[in-house]
């Protein structure tokens, strides 16, 4: 189920791969041998209409592309793209400005429109439960972690000094590890402890000081 949005996703980048191609660089541009339109009047502009149409359809079929291949994130946002443009372009063709023939995509493009609806809802409700299930596992682990006694501040620079200065546990083993630290590594880390708290009692020495 989750393969069904990617492959719907790539037959679209064909599609319009296809479609993109006849309306951009066929002679007619599929305006009178496809679509049955009489050229006879002003071809010109009829061309140039499905010329611009066809670099449309190129554009999105790089965009679902690079989602393919690249972002697989952003499929939905690819999948609602594609909708939209397929329903308003059957609103232009059935309601607002119609064609004076009936062109062969018409009955076409309304079963892509069920097809992409369908598709586009079981992505976004898959996507929903994954993010709920996220989202308990991080609130899962947010409550462990705090039951284990951690604190949530110590990110800062303030909670990192103070964790390092009161924690016995992380003095004892820094001090274990002083005996075998050589002096250059010992010199780093009074950078890093001046740096963490300007105002520590005292720098670190090597033993033999």
């Known amino acids: 189920m989750r393969r069904i949005p990617f492959l719907v996703l790539a037959v679209f980048a064909v599609i319009n791969t296809v479609r993109g191609c006849i309306h951009a660089f066929a002679p007619d541009g599929g305006a009178h041998s496809i679509a049955g339109l009489d050229l006879s009047g002003d071809a010109r502009t009829v061309l140039t209409l499905f010329s611009a149409l066809g670099f449309h359809q190129l554009v999105m079929a790089g965009f679902q592309v690079f989602v393919l291949v ?47 609806a369908v598709t586009l809802g079981s992505a976004w409700t898959g996507c929903r439960a994954d993010g709920n299930r996220w989202l308990k596992r991080r609130r899962a682990w947010l409550s462990a972690q705090r039951s284990q006694g951690f604190a949530l501040d110590t990110c800062s620079k303030e909670g990192v000094s103070r964790w390092l200065w009161s924690s016995d546990a992380a003095c004892r083993a820094a001090a274990a590890s002083w005996n075998v630290m050589p002096w250059a590594s010992l010199k780093a880390m009074n950078s890093i402890v001046g740096l963490l708290d300007p105002t520590s009692p005292a720098q670190l020495s090597s033993p033999g000081e």
């Open 70 to 116: 690249f972002r697989r994130d952003l499929v939905i946002v690819a999948l609602a793209l594609q909708t939209a443009a397929t329903a308003l372009g059957l609103i232009n063709l059935y309601f607002y400005r119609t064609f004076p023939v009936v062109v062969p995509g018409q009955a076409f493009n309304a079963a892509l429109l069920v097809v992409l």
